[in-house]
């Protein structure tokens, strides 16, 4: 048993009792952690704002015996308020803290992903960029060890012409061993640029078919990796 101090985003969060919280945290020295908020549902809460979801704090938690830790002390870093005025911009953030959700484990520290989301949240709340929220979900899968396969038929090895991309099998197919969605060459260049260390001229992409295309592309695959649909978007293709 013992206090703590670590940076984290919050998750998600949902209801205890009459007045607490639980709350699902991605911390940069601690992994996914959840921890008891109490008294947090009180209007005189001191820092229950702290605590909703993409809010990027510093917080001093307490470990006990169970599962769940505890929040004793919380200071805010960045709430990214421009996500939360934007239908838009918060379906997609809330979809990247879903992905994470999904992703990290218990306890086992990944500062690579931490840092990642809090980039990427930043880079949202700021960026006119439709591609943000495609190149967090491929970084994403090339972290996790499934990066796609862009620069070769995925199937025989051949450099191209590369006409199509199949997400079960993760990458792109030449015209000899066609199978999955047919893509373009702009849409194959900006998968490219954003798993070849060039996410900036991406990002710099004015909307189009081909981001679309991105976009549509790097759910799909994320969601295949997931076995499961991301609720958050389910938003994007309401709006």
Not at 49 to 77: F, K, M, N, W
Not at 135 to 164: N, Q
Not at 192 to 212: K, M, N
Request: one cysteine or more.
């Amino acid at each position: 048993m013992s206090l703590y101090r670590d940076h984290g985003v919050i998750l998600r969060s949902w209801k205890l009792g009459e007045a607490d919280r639980i709350v699902s945290i991605i911390t940069r020295d601690n992994g996914k952690v959840r921890a008891v908020a109490k008294g947090v549902r009180k209007p005189s809460s001191r820092f229950g704002a702290r605590l909703e979801p993409t809010c990027h704090v510093s917080l001093q938690l307490y470990r006990g015996r169970g599962d769940l830790d505890t929040v004793t002390q919380v200071e805010t870093i960045d709430r990214y308020v421009s996500l939360r005025a934007d239908l838009d911009r918060w379906a997609r953030a809330s979809a990247m803290l879903e992905a994470v959700e999904q992703v990290s484990l218990e306890r086992e520290p990944n500062e690579r992903l931490f840092e990642m989301l809090v980039r990427a949240l930043g880079t949202l709340s700021t960026s006119e960029s439709p591609l943000v929220g495609a190149g967090f979900f491929l970084k994403l899968l090339a972290l996790e060890g499934f990066e796609p396969v862009v620069d070769v038929c995925v199937a025989c090895g051949e450099e191209g012409p590369l006409i199509a991309f199949d997400v079960g099998e993760g990458g792109t197919t030449c015209a000899s061993c066609q199978r999955g969605t047919r893509v373009s060459p702009d849409t194959l260049e900006l998968l490219q640029w954003i798993l070849g260390g060039r996410l900036g001229l991406a990002l710099a992409a004015p909307p189009s078919a081909a981001t679309h295309a991105v976009d549509v592309l790097a759910t799909r695959m994320l969601e295949h990796q997931l076995e499961r649909r991301l609720r958050s978007m389910g938003v994007l293709e309401q709006h």
